[in-house]
Nanobody, 128 residues
Framework: VQLQASGGGLVQAGGSLRLSCAAS?????????LGWFRQAPGKEREFVAV????????YYGDSVNGRFAISRDNAKKMVYLQMNSLKPEDTAVYYC?????????????????????WGQGTQVTVSS
């Protein structure tokens, strides 16, 4: 499956952004669990959020829990990340990723090697 992330940009602290990730090709979209990761300059790629194939299981990274919300639209083959109350430390390149297994748990979802496919990333910059 090919993933294309979009929606990044420059926003002031306290503001909001909505990232989108469009999928094409591959197996039926419903089969994949979908995640968001981010990577700031000089730092390792960090888990942000994941949603299972049916949307019933959702997990968030500790630093974004309560501020970000992940959702998916299987009919449109899209996954979204609504980011609210943004902080300068949220500045990073955000990547969407797909897990062929479809079902994730709170531990495995945080591992980079859990995901089989990655999008190209979209830059989010939060100014103070």
């Amino acid at each position: 499956v090919q993933l294309q992330a979009s929606g990044g940009g420059l926003v002031q602290a306290g503001g909001s952004l909505r990232l989108s990730c469009a999928a094409s090709g591959g197996r039926t979209f419903d089969n994949y669990a979908l995640g968001w990761f981010r990577q700031a300059p000089g730092k390792e790629r960090e888990f942000v959020a994941v949603i299972s194939w049916n949307g019933r299981s959702i997990y968030y990274g500790d630093s974004v829990n309560g501020r970000f919300a992940i959702s998916r639209d299987n009919a449109k083959k899209m996954v979204y990340l609504q980011m609210n109350s943004l902080k300068p430390e949220d500045t990073a390149v955000y990547y969407c990723a797909a897990d062929s297994y479809g079902i994730v748990d709170d531990i495995s979802a945080r591992r980079l090697d859990e995901y089989d496919y990655w999008g190209q990333g979209t830059q989010v910059t939060v100014s103070s």
